[in-house]
């Protein structure tokens, strides 16, 4: 465990590969609309998985602004991002994929666009059944409040805040970047991918969108059909193959 700050929350797990570097890295940025209850540990499977496949994988933990301030939460992504840049191990900053699940995927591109020209910036950003649209999330009362309360507003209240932390509204990222969705998570979250998705590929960004079977967790699945496709393309486009085998 490597802390990236002084909160005990402020934290993450690094795992790296058997064999030798330098070895490409993912970022792995946990959901649970963004309450404290829900933990790093949603993503260990799939830290393990991509581990197994090659990658140095930093699994975060964050203060959750049930608890903290909303600037806590988003600080911290960013600080733990920046804190590759120190961490142990033989990693490739160049091939750094950041992958967000959930409130994580609003949480990984916001972080994606706000990383552009750092030192640590990430190759591609891939978004697993985000909330990609914080004024469309707080309009259909997603988690029972869950943006609102995150942020500490409704949209009308905080109009500013929303749209620096929202996707959508930060259009084009400047990070290439993957939506991927499955079909039978919440409708809500689906439409919202999916308009995101539109309204990405009408500018300039580099995107692409997978929609696969499955429910709201079959995205960090690594037995299911929809991660697997996922995994291709990121290898794709980070190490240039689409059949990696897992080691």
């Known amino acids: 465990m490597v802390s990236y700050g002084d909160h005990p929350e402020q934290r993450a797990e690094l795992r790296v590969p058997v064999g030798d570097g330098p070895f490409p890295v993912a970022v792995l940025i946990h959901g649970g609309y963004w309450r404290s209850r829900w933990e790093f540990d949603l993503m260990d499977a799939m830290a393990v998985d991509l581990t197994k496949r090659g990658y140095a994988t930093w699994n975060v933990e964050y203060r959750r602004p049930d608890e903290h301030e909303w600037d806590a939460t988003t600080g911290d992504v960013a ?41 640590v910036s990430p190759a591609l950003a891939v978004s697993l059944a985000g909330v990609l649209d914080l004024r469309v999330g707080d309009e259909r009362w997603l988690g029972e409040g869950a943006v609102s309360n995150a942020i500490g507003a409704r949209f009308a ?80 486009r980070i190490r240039g193959t689409r059949d990696h085998a897992s080691e």
């Open 79 to 119: 600080a733990a991002l920046a804190a590759l840049e120190t961490a142990p191990g033989d990693l490739d900053l160049s091939r750094v994929v950041l992958f967000g699940h959930s409130a994580g995927g609003q949480l990984a591109l916001r972080v994606a666009a706000d990383s552009v020209g750092q030192p």
């Open 157 to 236: 209240g905080a109009q500013e805040t929303y749209e620096a932390a929202s996707p959508i509204s930060r259009l084009p990222l400047g990070v290439p970047h993957l939506v991927v969705s499955a079909v039978s998570d919440d409708p809500n979250l689906l439409e919202i991918s999916r308009a995101y998705y539109a309204a990405a590929a009408s500018g300039p960004d580099s995107v692409d969108y997978i929609e696969g079977p499955g429910g709201h967790f079959a995205v960090v699945d690594p037995t299911s059909e929809i991660y697997q496709d996922l995994v291709r393309e990121v290898d794709a």
